[in-house]
């Protein structure tokens, strides 16, 4: 077919404008049969952006497995849903918001989790519980402690507001995010028994579009497209406006749209996201497989000056786009009017499957949405298969690292910012809000209470970056087995997971690997543990000037306990025996300069996944059991950090370690995998993991305000928890 | 039957009358402890409702009003202000000098003191920033209907949750509060630099409660703590 | 009309905010002796002269622009 | 020599504190047609003349008192 080339600069310059290049064009005039005209190289730009497309991780994140009894919604909606069994459903996913969060920390950061939080509701649930996950770079880099103020004030200051509360985190420093910080926001909604899902597939030729919530501004215009490619430092100068996000409307959004899903008022119903207007009506009618006619001149402006084209783009917050039945839409104005905000009706679903964009009576477009949306490209960027054993690992590093003292090296962690606590970060967060947490951001595992039942749900983020430094298919393996170890030992059964992909360019074949990797790595561990991947976010182009981050594959797990009751604690306790557990896979770790700045030393060996997923199912049951009062998954640092932070008022006295700790360096490696389980009954907890034939070791006996580790560590724990408390302030 | 002090609702539960307080709990826009109160209103057996801002209510209709915490009016202009402009509280005021129960938590204080209906303010935390944590409150005045399950001097445990906790008011004021006992609760270690450590104040007339920490949320040992039920047993 | 109404903290009254960036740009080499942070409220109001927007505005300000126990305002037309 | 500092919201960015307060506002029978909400600065700092001042505050502003992607600001002597 010939198509004509505008071979003048307006094309080119169109291109850098949207974002485009010759072979997206091309395909554009290909499915038009023509080139593209008036708003349509815009609608284009943003659709087929990498943000909203996902146009090069499709092909691989299909293979997630993502199905099972409790599978509601895993695909084609704006999260995951699973049923809980008693009537009672939940939804969950994670999202990133790094570039903006690094371009202004403190609205990046609270957009990300406004973003997120209508992700949840939008599907009828209402939100209970969030959680972020951070990466920040050197302490010392520029900007980096007023980015780590800006973010984390940023999140504090919306979801606070929003009134639900942030039950755990994970934060971690690394010079990889140094121009690149990874913002990653966790939400979970939950539907009480009785209550339906609410879906975004338009229907019902007749039926009426409605804009709710604030009005359309300037903000973030090209937001989407920007997303997709890396910064230079041109990005600077083409930034489109902050966007600013208001928890006070978001809560009235939800607080509104629930009571109009709730009363059955609504056909449709999605957020504006990404790409906003255009992105969330293309989407609805896409999928409903129905045509939409929109006059936008009847969209409520901030701004009188936009243009059609800036309207469709704009990314203002706390935006929401309905479908309803025309003799409903009075009761739905009355409910958003009492709730002080408006709902205007912008257009109306069509016959055929056309979207039809009106500016003052004009028809200014009108297009196939399945051009944009089900007909955007789909890339197999190149990449490698991993290759197995120590030629996939990058990063071994030498093994020969000293302790002189343990007390001081333990000190140095504890006072470090790779070991310290978060507690600067997260006593900013409300973490209470509703009334049902009933283990907070201090705990390994976030958890929060199902007000009918009274079950628990707990909540563990994974990823440890370091573990991806050294390999991605044991840093992938590890972002689903460490929080599904977390869950267990507390007695939670994993259930189902989210994830955020965090990656460079997938375009470099070297990070396609990594990503494919991580992807079949992940899916592999979920279905060991019958916990699917029920929603998910990529972000790719994580890089400055062609230096990648960390692939950082973050994930969220959820798990459920029967009760909120006697969970096991994250600290020791009087009159407890303290044992180790262990399913040795392999051994890494060294001082905190090795594993944070350098390379980590880890053994030659690969993570046996079904091994340990059936280890970790085994523990669910002996958590569950054996009257465990205290459980501890050892992580960075290994036993000497984990016992410390173990010990609060009650320390322990380990008057002999097992036979593969012989040195104080062992002390600090990290032997994946490996927990602390302390109890009353020392003897029923030995029958019930030798009945389940598991190797563990008794460390010794709780005791009053003092660790002993053998000849090693003698200590007062009041010094210890006053290094662990207190040194973020002097750090930053 | 009509009861048109704190005293009442607490002799006829003594006396043993078969009977359910009845608990009006205010919602603002942006109000987010609201389910919470409710929850706990419940839980110790009273009848408890939702009352919209905008509408005025029937004074004899509650034995107990809550305004819950939360960030009404998205905490704008200053916290509490605008809430505290809103026509409920015309009926508010009005319950309150009929000498019934009003209980301001968090959010709810700020808008009391902004009305008026408790002395001082309640302004950015010392160190600028949001503060979620445990502290240990000691009670210091249980001649109030919200904290008559407690005794004098008694230490508990209840979790903060604000951003805006200092309390302060002219030393006069300050002065006059503390001689006429009007201070509820203070804190062990003061997180927010309020005046005299405090955590809570009562009106003059001792119905009126304002309190920062969230009692709510230390009802159940799986909670962290369960000493904040004093607050809403006796309902 | 557009009319600017400054609000600032009493000097009885801990000004943190003031106190906080005054510190900081202290430590960052700037000199500064005293710091204090109000607000500013820029309202458009329908009036034919300042002095009808002033009394409109001063209604405002008395309303709820304002919290006598720690602030002062001053209205002024911009 | 006290200088005065003006930092408000840039036309385009929203001004959500505005937004809601200006909404108030109506709702009690006052007639806003717009509320822009920002922060006044005080500072106190030692200099001959306002020219002199100007640039010392100037200085701040870009350093500390003002976020550029979201605000503008206004130096005034008082
Ligand atoms: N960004 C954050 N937000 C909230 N809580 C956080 C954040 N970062 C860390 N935390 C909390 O601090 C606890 C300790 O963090 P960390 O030492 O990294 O993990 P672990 O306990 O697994 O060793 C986590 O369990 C989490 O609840
Ligand atoms: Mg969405």
């Given amino acids: 077919m010939a198509i004509k080339i505008e071979s003048d600069e307006t094309l080119l310059q169109k291109f850098k404008k949207y974002r485009i290049n010759q072979k997206e064009y091309d395909m554009m005039c290909g499915l038009l049969k023509r080139e593209p005209q008036g708003v349509e190289l815009a609608l284009f730009s943003a659709l087929w952006s990498e943000h909203c497309s996902y146009k090069s991780s499709k092909v691989h994140l299909r293979k997630f497995f993502n199905k099972n009894h409790r599978v509601l919604v895993s695909e084609g909606e704006n999260s995951g849903v699973i049923d809980l069994g008693e009537g009672e459903k939940i939804s969950f996913k994670m999202e990133s918001h790094n570039h903006p969060s690094f371009i202004e920390p403190y609205q990046g950061a609270a957009t990300g989790v406004g973003g997120i939080l209508r992700d949840i509701f939008t599907m009828g649930a209402r939100p209970v519980m ?64 009785g209550e339906e899902l609410a879906l975004s597939k338009a229907h019902g030729v007749g039926n009426l579009v409605v804009y709710v919530g604030a009005k359309t501004g300037r903000d973030g215009i090209h937001g989407a497209s920007m997303a997709s490619e890396s910064f ?17 409307f978001e809560k009235l959004l939800i607080e509104s749209c629930l009571e109009v899903i709730r009363e059955d008022l609504v056909v449709a119903i999605q957020d504006m996201g990404a790409a906003g207007l255009t992105s969330s009506s293309f989407e609805m009618s896409s999928k409903g497989q129905v045509g939409l006619k929109m006059e936008l001149d009847k969209v409520p402006l901030r701004d009188s000056t936009l243009t059609p084209e800036d309207i469709l783009l704009s990314e203002s917050q706390e935006r929401m786009l309905l479908v309803c039945e025309p003799k409903k839409l009075k009761r739905i104005q009355e409910i958003f009017h009492r709730w002080g905000l408006d709902a205007t009706t912008i257009g109306e679903v069509l016959p055929g499957k056309n979207i039809q964009l009106f500016w003052q009576n004009e028809k200014i477009c009108e297009i196939d949405p399945d051009l944009l949306v089900e007909n955007a490209p789909k890339y197999e960027r190149p990449y490698n298969l991993r290759e197995a054993g120590s030629k996939g690992r990058k ?59 009274k079950r628990g749900l707990g909540l563990s983020l994974g990823c440890r970056p370091y573990l991806m430094r050294l390999d991605s298919q044991i840093g992938a393996a590890d972002s689903v087995l460490y929080p599904a170890l977390n869950l267990a030992i507390k007695g939670f059964e994993p259930l189902a997971l989210t994830d955020c992909l965090n990656f460079a360019s997938p375009e470099n074949p070297e990070i396609m690997t990594e990503f494919v990797t991580s992807v079949e790595t992940i899916s592999e561990v979920c279905k060991e543990l019958n916990a699917p991947v029920i929603s998910g976010n990529v972000s790719f182009y994580n890089e400055t000037l062609g230096s990648p981050i960390t692939s950082t594959p973050a994930t969220g797990m959820v798990g459920m306990r029967a009760s909120v009751e006697n969970i096991p604690s994250d600290y020791f306790g009087e009159k407890q025996t303290v044992y180790l557990v262990c399913n040795h896979q392999l051994e890494t770790g060294g ?115 003092k660790l002993i580790i053998e000849s090693y560590l003698n200590t007062q724990l009041a010094n210890l928890n006053e290094k662990y408390k207190n040194s973020w302030e002097n750090l930053f | 039957m009509k009861w048109s002090s704190y005293d009442a609702v607490w002799t006829r539960k003594t006396k043993g009358y078969l009977f359910m307080s009845r608990v009006g709990v205010v919602r603002f826009l942006g109000t987010n402890c609201d389910r919470d109160i409710i929850q706990a209103a419940r839980e110790f057996g009273a009848k408890a409702e939702f009352l919209w801002f905008q509408d005025q209510f029937n004074i004899d209709d509650y034995d107990a009003v809550v305004l819950p915490g939360g960030f009404s009016y998205g905490d704008y202009l200053r916290t509490g202000a605008l809430s505290a402009r809103t026509p409920v509280m015309k009926s508010v005021r009005e319950f309150s000098q009929k000498g019934k129960p009003v209980l301001g938590i968090c959010n709810g204080f700020q808008i009391l003191c902004e009305s008026g209906l408790l002395p001082g303010v309640l302004m950015r935390n010392q160190n600028m920033k949001f503060i979620d944590q445990w502290e240990e409150l000691e009670i210091v005045d249980n001649k109030n209907p919200w904290t008559q399950r407690y005794s004098v001097g008694q230490k508990i445990k209840l979790p903060i949750a604000h951003g805006e906790g200092r309390f302060f008011a002219e030393n006069d004021t300050v002065k006059k509060i503390k001689d006429n006992q009007q201070i509820l609760a203070t804190y062990t270690n003061n997180p927010n630099g309020s005046a005299y450590d405090i955590a809570g104040i009562t009106n003059d007339k001792k119905n009126v409660v304002g309190l920062m920490p969230h009692p709510e949320r230390a009802l159940y040992d799986w909670m962290g703590s369960s000493l904040g039920k004093g607050f809403f047993s006796w309902l | 009309m557009k009319i600017g109404v400054k609000v600032l903290p009493r000097k009885e009254v801990l000004d943190t905010q003031g106190r906080t960036v005054q510190s900081s740009l202290s430590e960052n080499g700037f000199s500064v002796s005293n710091c204090t942070i109000g607000k500013y409220i820029v309202l458009d109001v329908n009036a034919k002269n300042f002095e009808e927007a002033k009394t409109q505005v001063t209604k405002m300000a008395e309303f709820v622009l304002y919290n006598p126990l720690i602030e002062n305002y001053e209205v002024e037309q911009l």
């Fill in chain 1, 591 to 705: 001082k905190i300069e090795e594993m944070f700045k350098n390379k980590i030393h880890a053994q030659d060996k690969d993570i046996n996944i079904k091994d340990t997923a059936s280890w970790i199912l085994d523990l669910l049951d002996i958590a569950n059991d054996s009257n465990v009062k205290m459980s501890k998954t050892l992580g960075k640092f290994g036993l000497a950090y984990a016992l410390s932070r173990a010990s609060t008022e009650f320390g322990v006295v380990c008057d002999k370690l097992p036979n593969f700790i012989k040195t104080k360096e062992d002390l600090f490696r990290e032997r994946m995998y490996e927990v602390l389980f302390a109890v009353e009954n020392g003897p029923k907890l030995e029958d019930a993991l030798r009945s389940k034939n598991l190797q563990f070791a008794k460390l010794g006996v709780t005791a009053k305000d």
């Fill in chain 1, 232 to 248: 230079d430092d041109k990005s600077a100068q083409n930034r489109p406006t902050v966007q600013i996000g208001d928890p006070f």
């Fill in chain 1, 395 to 453: 990063n071994r590093g030498s093994s020969n690292f000293e302790v002189f003292d343990v007390k001081e090296t333990l000190e140095e962690i504890l006072s470090s910012e790779y070991g310290t606590s978060r507690n600067w970060i997260f006593s900013q967060y409300d973490q209470r809000v509703g009334s049902q947490t009933a283990m907070d951001c201090s705990s390994s595992i976030g958890v929060t209470r199902l007000e009918h039942s």
């Fill in chain 1, 130 to 193: 969030t959680a972020n996950y951070l990466c920040f770079g050197d302490k010392e880099a520029p900007r980096m402690k007023s980015l780590v103020e800006g973010v984390v004030g940023g999140i504090s200051g919306y979801g606070n507001c929003v009134g639900v509360p942030a039950v755990t985190g994970f934060t971690e420093f690394h010079p990889s995010y140094n121009k690149n910080i990874l913002v990653n926001a966790f939400a979970l909604g939950v539907l009480y028994p």
